[in-house]
């Protein structure tokens, strides 16, 4: 019983910017890493950045620089600010959230339905 939902994402022209939102619910524990990744048409999903219950990072090499991932952990709720967007930022982008149970403390891994991010002229 863990839920997410994640929202934010749209149609924007290269070079503008969004910022995605996934917030976690249910019978969490604790969540150790939450994180984003992306699955473009045709493509395998990918990793794109997360960030840990201690506050550290990590980015694809792709995105360094011009995203930002952000934790708010009052509200289990993790967010993907994007700037500077290119066409081939387009894709699916899904929250990921690992953690453990409320209810006896076993490790969950729990995806968001998908937010789509669509970058062109």
């Known amino acids: 019983q863990v839920q997410l939902v994640e929202s934010g994402g749209g149609l924007v022209q290269p070079g503008g910017s969004l910022r995605l939102s996934c917030a976690a619910s249910?019978?969490?524990?604790?969540?150790?890493?939450m994180g984003w990744y992306r699955q473009a048409p045709g493509k395998q999903r990918e990793l794109v950045a997360t960030?840990?219950?201690?506050?550290?990072?990590n980015y694809a090499d792709y995105v360094k620089g011009r995203f930002t991932i952000s934790r708010d952990t009052a509200n289990d709720t993790v967010y993907l600010l994007m700037n500077s967007l290119k066409p081939e930022d387009t894709a699916v982008y899904y929250c990921?959230?690992?953690?453990?149970?409320?209810?006896?403390?076993?490790?969950?891994?729990?995806w968001g339905q998908g937010t789509q991010v669509t970058v062109s002229s």
């Open positions: 249910g019978s969490i524990f604790s969540i150790d890493v």
């Open positions: 960030v840990t219950s201690g506050g550290s990072t």
């Open positions: 990921n959230v690992r953690g453990q149970y409320s209810v006896n403390y076993g490790f969950f891994t729990s």
